[in-house]
């Protein structure tokens, strides 16, 4: 198999629609190095844990008007610190299918992206430049700005490949492994713009179920190493 092929898997269209449908669109910096690969995503037609965050979905403890909700698991492949970048991003529908509350994972947390902006039932989330944490206000980047732009300069590369637990033992994390892909981020390193002018549009061409994605990650990681 050449891990390096999006996931291929046979999908409910109805399932695909309705994510296809409210999935977010994602603005990045205009000196962005990385793209968005693929999108995995769960639909949750009553509350339950996550199969990809720590967290459970859920709208009523949380006082959302909601009945149901989409949670989507955005693939990178790369942060500007390490291999593996998977964030999240989570919208929750009412009976009618109206979007009512935007969430979205920010560094291993989570939170409601509130005022977030639309276009059509698309919501609109700025991702941290190389990083990708989210937020629907870039204001929220202010506070970390001198931080980031460490990150995504000197401090390019030195997670080497992360392993969170997620795929514990099936990541091969090996200091021969941390090396090449802190020499690879090294060469990488950039200063962020701070202009978010690149577009992702998260199509149905991008969009397979999570379970499929997960089963796909572990080789994609194994591909990435084998080619740098």
Do not use: C
Not at 146 to 168: H, I, M, Q, T, V
């Amino acid at each position: 198999m050449d891990a390096s092929q999006l996931p291929r898997v046979t999908q409910d269209e109805n399932d695909l629609n309705f994510a296809a449908r409210y999935a977010p669109i994602i603005l990045a910096d205009e000196r962005e190095p990385f793209e968005l690969v693929a999108v995995g995503y769960t639909i949750f037609d009553r509350e339950d844990a996550s199969p990809s965050f720590k967290r459970r979905v859920e709208w009523g403890s949380a006082g959302y008007p909601a009945t149901r909700a989409i949670e989507y698991a955005l693939w990178w492949d790369w942060d500007i610190g390490h291999l593996y970048e998977l964030e999240h991003a989570w919208i929750f529908l009412d009976a009618r299918d109206r979007v009512v509350v935007v969430e979205a994972s920010w560094h291993g947390m989570f939170g409601h992206a509130e005022d977030a902006r639309f276009e059509n039932t698309h919501p609109i989330l700025f991702a941290q430049p190389g990083k990708h944490a989210l937020t629907a206000n870039v204001s929220a980047f202010e506070e970390i700005r001198e931080w980031a732009e460490r990150e995504a300069g000197p401090d390019a590369g030195k997670d080497g490949l992360l392993d969170n637990g997620l795929f514990r033992g099936r990541l091969p994390k090996t200091p021969e492994a941390d090396a090449r892909v802190t020499a690879y981020l090294k060469q990488r390193a950039f200063i962020p713009a701070w202009k978010f002018s690149k577009r992702f549009e998260i199509t149905r061409a991008l969009l397979v179920p999570w379970r499929a994605l997960a089963e796909w990650i572990p080789a994609r990681v194994a591909w990435w190493l084998a080619r740098i």
